[in-house]
């Protein structure tokens, strides 16, 4: 009987149309047959009440027998929600979700809506995939609405395209107004290379990153 529903439920799950009412009627069912604990029916209080992302994330993350497509869509409706891990989720397991493309479809309408996280995610699952340009769009729209990793991942595409003076200039802002650790360490060791070499930036940037816990930054303070 379970098992049934499970299946049931799963097929309702990848329904495009499914409403927020039936689709929280049908998670509830799922997750009581699972699990009757009772912070499974706070979560799905705070998921289905009041719309919270992260609480959709946690549902799919403390019901490790739910089906992979009712995963899928815990996922997308935390990252819809604006939640970043739900995002993520969706980003690192593109290859295992039952529909990828469809997935990778929700994030981009996600991105045009303005959700920063979805745009992350988008950006992360195109460079993987070697759309450089695409991911740079999807990453500027994330870095310039405050996500730090966003700028971090912009001056490394730049790197990777041998755009040393775009990657430089992307890293620097990455680190002065994001405080971006790792963008710091590759500042100060671009600062080490200048033949003009500037004592004082060397040091600011590189006892930055060793702050932001970059061990690397720490060694080269030392050598200083």
């Known amino acids: 009987m379970i098992l049934f529903l499970i299946q049931f439920i799963s ?8 409403s927020h009412t039936k689709y929280c009627h049908n998670l509830t069912k799922l997750v009581e047959q699972l699990s009757r604990a009772g912070s499974n029916r706070a979560l799905l209080a705070r998921a289905c009440g009041s719309g919270d992302g992260k609480a959709f994330y946690e549902l799919m993350e403390r019901n490790n027998r739910l089906p992979s497509i009712a995963k899928t869509n815990l996922a997308k409706k935390g990252c819809d929600r604006g939640y970043t891990p739900a995002c993520v989720y969706l980003s690192k397991n593109l290859k295992s979700s039952v529909n990828p493309q469809k997935t990778v479809k929700d994030l981009k309408g996600g991105c045009v809506q303005g959700n920063v996280p979805a745009c992350a995610s988008l950006g992360i699952i195109q460079n993987r995939e070697g759309k450089e340009k695409e991911a740079l769009k999807s990453f500027n729209f994330a870095c310039e609405s405050g996500d730090g990793e966003s ?3 912009m ?5 990777k395209q041998g755009r040393m003076k775009s ?3 992307m890293h620097k802002y990455s680190c002065d107004k994001k ?3 790792r963008s710091c360490l590759v500042v100060g060791k671009d600062f080490q290379k200048s033949k003009a070499s500037d004592k004082k930036a060397i040091y600011f940037y590189l006892n930055k990153a060793c702050k932001g816990s970059i061990e690397e930054a720490c060694f080269l303070l030392e050598k200083l």
């Open 11 to 18: 097929l309702s799950f990848g329904q495009v149309d499914l």
């Open 179 to 181: 405080g971006m650790a």
């Open 167 to 169: 990657a430089i200039k």
């Open 155 to 159: 001056g490394k595409i730049y790197e």
């Open 151 to 153: 700028c971090y991942m």
